[in-house]
């Protein structure tokens, strides 16, 4: 089912950028955020997809531009907001792209892809937007804010928990503007979780789950489309999981 996402309050054509669009979490994200009226700079460094997931969205009538960008790379990452800035003023942003908790980094290399990289987005924005930056929503995970997954990844963790820190100091230090929230999904189905999904381990899981499934980016993209938008105005510093109930299971 469909839901209708274009009364969240968006002026339309606003410009809202969505880092790691061609896939997953932020393909769903970006998707959802033209259908709420907004015009979708998609960053991602996978040439291909990212340029299949907007053709998507301009077929479907939405508003989307492709940015070729890997955000750990300090100068794509200024390329990127002076190619945004071509388009409008951004003043929305979705952080969402990051390495799998499978990758198998160090603990520091992998907080400095992992949080580094989004902060280093985010100080971008700050600087070159602060005048029109409204909201920014980041995407962590149950994975060290709210439950240990035992993943064997305490970079992972360490990073999704730096970054909601992060959020709530941008919530309070800049009082508002923008707004600053985080979501922090559980098990959700995109191609790094595809095997799990279908593995014995993963019906375990399921059977944990409240709800009594994995997420799909979807549940997820819905939660982060409503802390950006202009409804969730009075929304700021909060970690959001989308997790089916995960992680209140003892
Ligand atoms: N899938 C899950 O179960 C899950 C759970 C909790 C949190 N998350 C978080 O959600 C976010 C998205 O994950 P997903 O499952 O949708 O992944 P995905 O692999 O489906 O998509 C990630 C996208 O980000 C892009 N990307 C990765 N590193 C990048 C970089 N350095 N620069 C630019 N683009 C980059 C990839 O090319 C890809 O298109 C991540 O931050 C992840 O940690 C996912």
Redesign the pocket.
């Known amino acids: 089912m469909e839901y209708d996402f274009s009364r969240l309050g968006f002026s339309r054509g606003d410009v809202c950028v969505v880092?790691?669009?061609?896939?997953?979490?932020?393909n769903a994200t970006a998707s959802l955020a033209a259908r709420s009226g907004l015009a979708v700079a998609c960053?991602?460094?996978?040439e291909e997809?990212l340029d299949a997931v907007v053709r998507a969205i301009k077929d479907a009538g939405g508003d989307a531009a492709s940015i070729l960008?890997?955000?750990?790379r300090e100068q794509d990452v200024k390329v990127a907001w002076d190619a945004t800035a071509r388009i409008g003023s951004p003043r929305f942003l979705v952080n969402?792209?990051?390495?799998?908790?499978s990758a198998g980094y160090g603990f520091t290399e992998g907080l400095a892809?992992g949080a580094g990289?989004m902060v280093a987005v985010t100080e971008g924005w700050l600087v070159g937007f602060s005048e029109v930056a409204e909201a920014v929503t980041f995407?962590?995970?149950?994975?060290g804010n709210l439950v240990a997954t035992a993943s064997g990844s305490a970079w992972?963790a360490a990073a999704?928990a730096a970054i909601a820190a992060y959020a709530r100091e941008i919530a309070v230090h800049r009082r508002g503007k923008p707004r600053a929230n985080v979501v922090?999904?559980?098990?959700?189905v995109?191609?790094?979780?595809a095997r799990l999904a279908e593995s014995e381990a993963g019906q375990m899981t399921i059977n944990r789950i409240p709800v009594g499934r994995f997420?799909e980016?979807r549940d997820v993209a819905a939660a982060i489309c409503f802390l950006l938008s202009p409804a969730a105005a009075y929304i700021n510093g909060v970690t959001v999981p989308v997790d089916g109930g995960l992680s209140c299971v003892a």
């Open positions: 880092t790691g669009a061609a896939s997953g979490i932020g960053w991602d460094m996978d997809r960008c890997d955000v750990s969402n792209a990051g390495p799998a908790s892809l990289s995407t962590a995970s149950i994975a992972y999704k922090a999904p559980g098990i959700t995109t191609p790094r979780t997420g980016p």
